[in-house]
């Protein structure tokens, strides 16, 4: 495995449309594995390939401690809203709020090809939806919500 470098806001690469993945072979895996170990090494939950500058359909992510890989995800279906903090280790030392389902129903492969089908809540869905726009070019920074204001404790 390998520490890869991650592509900052501003490198044009991060909006552009990332294409289907097509073979399910050891260079994914090897892609996966490094986007895994260069997550983790910079604290994110969520990692697209794109991010570090391979314009392939697929996503790492370890949420409440869930490890999961997404290949060619596809949203099928999103219940409610939301509006939370969130971050990108594309756009280092900020974050803002923005709106997203609370609920997202996805189908995607694993890194053998296989298809499933995977409901999730809160965070996990949130960083889902976030990492998803990466494949077609979209920052949360386009989404923020400029005059949210955070609700107070009770
Ligand atoms: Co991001």
């Not at 890869?4 to 895996?29: A, M, P, Y």
């Not at 756009?91 to 089908?117: C, H, L, M, Q, W």
Request: hydrophobic share 40%; charged share 35%.
């Amino acid at each position: 495995m390998a520490i890869r470098n991650i592509i900052q806001v501003g490198d044009e690469i991060l909006r552009k449309k990332s294409k289907t993945v097509k073979e399910f072979d050891e260079k994914l895996w090897q892609l996966l594995d490094d986007m895994r170990e260069t997550m983790i090494k910079n604290d994110g939950c969520g990692l697209a390939a794109v991010q570090v500058g391979i314009l392939r359909r697929a996503i790492v992510l370890d949420v409440n401690h869930m490890k999961i890989e997404l290949i060619n995800p596809e949203i099928l279906e999103t219940i409610g809203e939301s509006i939370e903090r969130e971050g990108c280790l594309s756009v280092k030392g900020e974050s803002g709020f923005v709106k997203r389902p609370s609920e997202v129903t996805i189908k995607a492969y694993d890194r053998y090809g296989n298809e499933f089908i995977l409901t999730c809540v809160d965070m996990l869905a949130r960083a889902i939806c976030h990492e998803v726009d990466h494949l077609d070019g979209i920052l949360y920074i386009d989404k923020i919500e400029k005059n949210y204001k955070e609700k107070k404790d009770k």
